[in-house]
C-alpha cells in the first residue's frame, strides 16, 4: 500500500485533506476504496455532490444548456482542429461521467459518433430516455476492447472523483487514437480566493466534499498528472 503524508490543508468526519507529496497532488486520506466509491456512486440517492435531487439538477443544466451547449461545441471544434481531423469517418467522442449528458447530446447534433459512461443509475436511465448511447459501469469495468479508440475523451468534473485519477490517465491514453485529444476539466481547489474568505471572512473550507471530492487540483499539480 502506497504511503501517503503531506502538510494538513483540512479536515471533515473522518478525513483528513494533504497536500501529498508522493502523489504531488492534494487528496483525501484515507483513500476511499473503488468497491466504497462504486458502492456510494451507483447508490440511487447519492447523485450530485452538492446534494441537489435530480429534478433541480436538470432545472438547473437547462436554465444553464445554452451557455454550456457553447462551450462543448468549441471544445468539439477545437478536437477536430488539434487532431487534424478528416471528414472521412465520424469524429469518435468518448465522454466519461456523463452526468445529465448535455456534452452528449452537443456532441449528437454535431454529427459525431459518441458513448458515454455514467456509472450512477439515476442519469444512466436519463440518458438512455434521450435515446443516448451510455454504458452503465465504472470506467474501471468496461471492456476496452469492446468499445474501440476514440478521436476525442472528454473528463468534465470527473478526476476529483477517483481514488487513482492516474489510472484513468492511462486508461484514456490507450483509447485515444494516433492525435487523439484527451480534455480535462477539473475545479481549481484551495486557491487564492478561497484562501482568502477563509483567511479574512472566516468562511469554512466550503469546497471540501468527503467522500465525493477525493482529490484536488490547481493548475500546476494537475499538469504533474
Not at 451510455?134 to 478526476?159: Q, R
Not at 477517483?162 to 491514453?173: G, R, S, V
Not at 467522500?211 to 499539480?221: I, L
Request: proline share 5%.
Amino acid at each position: 500500500m502506497q504511503k501517503h503524508s503531506g502538510k494538513i490543508l483540512g479536515q471533515s468526519e473522518k478525513f483528513q485533506v494533504i497536500d501529498c507529496k508522493q502523489c504531488e497532488f492534494t487528496h483525501i486520506t484515507p483513500i476511499p476504496t473503488f468497491e466504497e466509491l462504486e458502492s456510494f456512486y451507483t447508490h440511487k440517492t447519492n447523485f450530485v455532490a452538492k446534494n441537489l435531487s435530480f429534478k433541480k439538477a436538470l432545472s438547473k443544466l437547462k436554465r444553464e444548456q445554452t451557455y454550456w451547449k457553447m462551450i462543448f461545441s468549441d471544445r468539439i471544434h477545437k478536437a477536430k482542429f488539434f487532431s487534424n481531423y478528416k471528414l472521412k469517418k465520424p469524429f469518435r467522442i468518448l465522454d466519461i461521467g456523463s452526468q445529465l449528458g448535455l456534452f452528449l447530446q452537443t456532441a449528437k447534433e454535431l454529427n459525431c459518433d459518441i458513448l458515454g459512461i455514467e456509472p450512477s443509475q439515476i442519469p444512466y436511465h436519463y440518458l438512455r430516455s434521450l435515446d443516448l448511447p451510455v454504458l452503465n459501469a465504472p470506467y474501471e469495468k468496461v471492456s476496452l476492447s469492446e468499445i474501440g479508440t476514440f478521436d476525442f475523451i472528454h473528463l468534465s468534473y470527473v478526476i476529483e472523483h477517483l481514488p487513482d485519477p492516474k489510472h484513468l490517465f492511462q486508461t484514456a491514453y490507450t483509447l485515444l487514437k494516433p492525435k487523439g485529444i484527451l480534455c480535462i476539466e477539473a475545479p481549481n481547489d484551495f486557491n487564492i480566493l478561497q484562501k482568502a474568505l477563509v483567511t479574512h471572512l472566516n468562511k469554512k473550507n466550503y469546497w471540501i466534499h468527503v467522500p465525493v471530492h477525493v482529490n484536488y487540483f490547481h493548475f500546476e499539480s494537475l499538469s504533474k498528472l
